[in-house]
């Protein structure tokens, strides 16, 4: 096998098996847990600081109407909040409230133990080696593309 096709088949495992896991961590709910689209909201809040519904829709490629329920939900359990725009007093932009940057917390934190218990569960100690010395590999993969 050459170094090319070498390359592409493991390009390929790759996307199926973190593809595969990605899926399957999103799909398993959690007691209330957050929907992937508040999920969403909330991250870009968190990493992109306070913005209008629009500006959030156009990022994620929905109807503002969507992104309007999604964040109206938001609002309702405290974990978004309205403001009025500095640079336009008329505008109204959104922000993460403290409650929605722990609710972001607490879900990263449930998914990283639900990761643990499955490797606990069904891996031996040198797989989880191999898994644990490949995941720098796969950070830095991630930082190239």
Same mark, same amino acid.
Request: proline share 4%; charged share 25%.
């Given at each position: 096998? =050459? @170094?090319? *096709?070498?390359?592409?088949?493991?390009?390929?495992? $790759?996307? %199926? *098996?973190v593809g595969a896991l990605l899926r399957r961590v999103r799909q398993v709910p959690a007691e209330g847990e957050l929907t992937m689209p508040e999920r969403t909201a909330l991250s870009l809040l968190d990493r992109t600081g306070p913005t209008t519904s629009s500006a959030l829709a156009r990022q994620v490629q929905i109807t503002a109407q969507a992104m309007g329920a999604t964040l109206g939900g938001l609002r309702t359990r405290g974990l978004v909040e309205r403001a009025a725009d500095p640079a336009d007093g008329r505008r109204v932009v959104l922000a $993460? =409230? @403290?409650?929605? +940057?722990?609710?972001? =917390?607490?879900? +990263?934190?449930? +998914?990283?133990e639900l990761l643990a +218990? %499955?490797?606990?569960d069904g891996f031996t100690p040198a797989e989880l080696e191999q898994l644990a010395a490949?995941?720098?590999l796969i950070e830095r993969l991630a930082q190239r593309i």
């Amino acid at each position: 096998m =050459t @170094d090319e *096709s070498n390359t592409g088949a493991v390009a390929a495992a $790759l996307l %199926a *098996s973190v593809g595969a896991l990605l899926r399957r961590v999103r799909q398993v709910p959690a007691e209330g847990e957050l929907t992937m689209p508040e999920r969403t909201a909330l991250s870009l809040l968190d990493r992109t600081g306070p913005t209008t519904s629009s500006a959030l829709a156009r990022q994620v490629q929905i109807t503002a109407q969507a992104m309007g329920a999604t964040l109206g939900g938001l609002r309702t359990r405290g974990l978004v909040e309205r403001a009025a725009d500095p640079a336009d007093g008329r505008r109204v932009v959104l922000a $993460l =409230t @403290d409650a929605g +940057r722990q609710a972001l =917390t607490d879900k +990263r934190g449930a +998914r990283g133990e639900l990761l643990a +218990r %499955a490797l606990a569960d069904g891996f031996t100690p040198a797989e989880l080696e191999q898994l644990a010395a490949a995941a720098p590999l796969i950070e830095r993969l991630a930082q190239r593309i």
